[in-house]
């Protein structure tokens, strides 16, 4: 994983945030996929926040991708936002 990279969460109703900093790479990628199976059927809604990324190299979005087929049918819960959002965003999601 990339030394500076972290996902903090918070969870607020039925909603969870994830704010993803520092740099972005194949590691980071399964985390942020770990993350999100681990709490996809519990949430209403998952935020991705993408502001506080300073690097995403693309190995690591090619994972993202790539495993992110695993959530297809709940695209409707993932929510991108902040600058990077568009790199991140699959067919089917949303961001604002």
């Given at each position: 994983?990339?030394?500076?990279?972290?996902?903090?969460?918070?969870?607020?109703?039925?909603?969870?945030r994830l704010?993803?900093?520092?740099?972005?790479?194949?590691?980071?990628?399964?985390?942020?996929?770990?993350?999100?199976?681990?709490n996809?059927?519990?949430?209403?809604?998952?935020f991705?926040?993408?502001?506080?990324l300073?690097?995403?190299?693309?190995?690591?979005?090619?994972?993202?991708?790539?495993?992110?087929?695993?959530?297809?049918?709940?695209?409707?819960?993932?929510?991108?936002t902040?600058?990077?959002?568009?790199?991140?965003?699959?067919?089917?999601?949303?961001?604002?």
């Open positions: 994983m990339a030394s500076n990279f972290r996902i903090v969460s918070r969870r607020k109703g039925g909603n969870l704010n993803l900093t520092g740099d972005f790479d194949g590691t980071s990628a399964h985390e942020l996929l770990n993350a999100l199976a681990k996809i059927t519990t949430v209403c809604r998952i991705i926040d993408t502001d506080g300073k690097t995403i190299h693309p190995f690591g979005l090619e994972v993202f991708r790539n495993y992110l087929v695993a959530f297809e049918k709940r695209f409707g819960r993932l929510v991108f902040g600058e990077k959002k568009i790199a991140f965003a699959p067919q089917g999601s949303k961001y604002l």
